[in-house]
């Protein structure tokens, strides 16, 4: 039986008095891969956003409601949001590099916990960048700028950045809208074997992706959680008709 | 139809005249400029202008070695620059990272309001003001002096460089700062690890047009720094500027085709270089800022 990692109770984000994500509990398993699905505006960027407080950073942004992380409620006042943010990290749309060099750019989470030791930096950063499956190919240069990668290659920068500093949970927005294919599957690849290690939560515009690696799906419409559940249950055997249409891509 | 077309004419003829005007205006300006300049050289080797130490053109004894005017200029631009950059960079960098949009729409007018004052109005505000204060802190300062104009003209620049520098910190792109939040990274952290080094081209380009604008003001060194072209980097002590110079010598008798006269043809064609070279410097780098996050 799977830990449950995060675990979500009646949530609601608001934009002042709009009403972005209405009313959504679910869980969030151990070493499993979770996708959010659904249409454009749906709120998934929001939901994404509450679970490492990322959302405490957007103006006039609200939340109601309890996200419990092993058991802690992450919004309680003795949470550290900077703590938090360390345990659960972030992958965004856009690859976001930092205008530094690549070791610079995986050491950034070390170096503001302040661990500087060179030989310990050396090593993590070429572990994270083997784990991101991006060693290989950047492995002779190091010390060259980060913008010069190319766009799948600067995301796998950017998960083995955020690699570096061991998160329990890997929050990703759609980290492969930017990519063609074949970066797109190279991101698969590493998502199937990251999740023995840690616990990802992916939000796709892709059915075909969502099908692929995760293990369990949520489909979210207007802000509410229309059906979550395993991969199976969503694509094969949905329960509600909505769930059904927006699956088989008769509205997007 | 047709008078709609002539019209058109009209239109495209009348702005076709106003850009010629302005090119010939700029080429009559470069021709006047290098022409006097020229006719200075004739007379005094190049060498002799660039490393000679001594600037006394209005006495019996003439010596054009420019490098006094030099470092009278280089003087005040940098006091000036240690009070307008780092100043400049902070409040750009408050107003930008943590001020409310209230108090930055609070703050905006106040330093355009620093902008818009007359440069007379600094002069004096040195000679008069300043530097009596200044005096009291350090006696031996001289009524003219380099220290007073250099800290009025740093105040003086402030709102360009808060607003070039504001400019290199805006540009950097949101997302680089989530990405550092996203590691745990806090306020601090983030402006001073991310925003500012990514912002780092932009700002020193700010810095370079800064220095470009310093050197070529005018009225406050004219007033306030005292007319004594001294090879020195003593702060204390009266200094004079390249512009300064050319005021002197616009505002005296110096009958025109005199050595005096082309003289001031020949130091402005040196400043024109200057901030020409550094003009392009800074556009080069807020280019390569501005490919790098395009
Ligand atoms: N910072 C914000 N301020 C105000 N409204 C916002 C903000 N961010 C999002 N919204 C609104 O909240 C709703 C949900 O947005 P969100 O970005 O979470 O959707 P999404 O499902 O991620 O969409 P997409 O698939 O296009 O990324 C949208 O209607 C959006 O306009
Ligand atoms: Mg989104």
New interface residues.
């Given amino acids: 039986m799977k830990q449950i990692t995060l675990d979500i109770r009646s949530l609601h984000v608001y934009y002042d008095s709009f009403h972005a994500v209405n009313n959504v509990s679910m869980t969030i398993l151990e070493h499993t891969i979770t996708s959010i699905i659904g249409p454009s505006g749906c709120g998934k960027s929001s939901f994404l956003r509450v679970m490492n407080r990322m959302n405490d950073l957007v103006p006039h942004a609200r939340i109601m409601g309890e996200v419990l992380f092993r058991g802690a409620n992450i919004y309680a006042k003795d949470m550290c949001e900077i703590e938090l943010r360390r345990r659960i990290g972030m992958v965004f749309q856009k690859p976001n590099p930092f205008p530094f060099s690549i070791f610079d750019n995986v050491a950034f989470g070390l170096r503001i916990q302040k661990k500087h030791n060179k030989t310990f930096l050396r090593e993590r950063v070429e572990e994270s960048l083997r784990r991101a499956a991006l060693w290989d190919e950047v492995y002779d240069r190091l010390h060259q700028s980060a913008l010069e990668l190319s766009g799948g290659q600067q995301q796998r920068l950017c998960i083995a950045r955020a690699l570096a500093i061991y998160p329990d949970i890997l929050l990703m927005d759609e980290p492969c809208a930017s990519l063609d294919p074949k970066a797109t599957k190279r991101i698969e690849e590493l998502l199937e074997k990251l999740k023995e290690e840690i616990t990802i939560v992916i939000v796709t515009h892709n059915m075909q992706q969502a099908r692929r690696i995760s293990d369990y799906v949520a489909f979210f419409h207007t802000g509410e959680l229309v059906e979550w559940g395993t991969s199976e249950d969503i694509f094969d055997h949905p329960q509600k008709q909505l769930t059904k249409e927006y699956t088989q891509g008769l509205f997007g | 139809m047709s008078v709609s077309k002539s019209n058109e004419r009209l239109i495209q003829w009348t702005f076709a005249l106003c850009g010629a005007v302005s090119i010939f205006v700029t080429l009559g300006i470069f021709a006047v400029l290098f022409w006097e300049t020229f006719h200075f050289f004739q007379e005094v080797p190049l060498g002799a202008f660039l490393f000679g130490t001594k600037w006394t053109p209005l006495f019996v004894q003439k010596q054009f070695g420019i490098l006094p005017l030099i470092s009278g200029t280089l003087l005040i631009a940098l006091i000036a620059m240690i009070i307008a950059l780092p100043l400049g960079i902070s409040i750009a960098i408050f107003l930008r990272e943590y001020a409310s949009s209230h108090l930055r729409r609070t703050l905006k007018p106040i330093l355009e309001i620093l902008a818009g004052i007359p440069t007379i109005v600094y002069g004096y505000f040195a000679l008069l003001t300043v530097t009596p204060f200044l005096q009291k802190v350090i006696p031996e300062l001289a009524g003219f002096n380099a220290l007073s104009p250099g800290i009025v003209m740093g105040i003086m620049i402030l709102p360009l460089s808060v607003s070039l520098s504001d400019d290199a910190i805006h540009a950097v792109?949101e997302?680089?700062r989530?990405?550092?939040?996203?590691?745990?990274?806090?306020r601090l952290?983030v402006v001073f690890?991310?925003v500012l080094?990514?912002a780092m081209s932009g700002i020193v380009s700010a810095g370079i047009l800064s220095i470009s604008r310093a050197i070529g003001e005018t009225m406050l060194v004219t007033i306030a720094a005292g007319m004594r072209p001294l090879l020195t980097l003593n702060p204390l002590g009266p200094v004079q500027t390249i512009t300064a110079y050319i005021v002197q010598v616009s505002l005296g008798d110096t009958p025109t085709g005199t050595l005096e006269y082309s003289s001031i043809f020949a130091v402005a064609t040196v400043l024109f270089l200057c901030t020409f070279f550094l003009n392009t410097i800074a556009q080069r780098l807020r280019q390569s800022f501005q490919h790098?996050?395009a």
Avoid: D, F, I, T
């Fill in positions: 792109p997302h680089l989530m990405g550092a939040y996203a590691l745990g990274a806090k952290e690890r991310v080094p990514a790098m996050y």
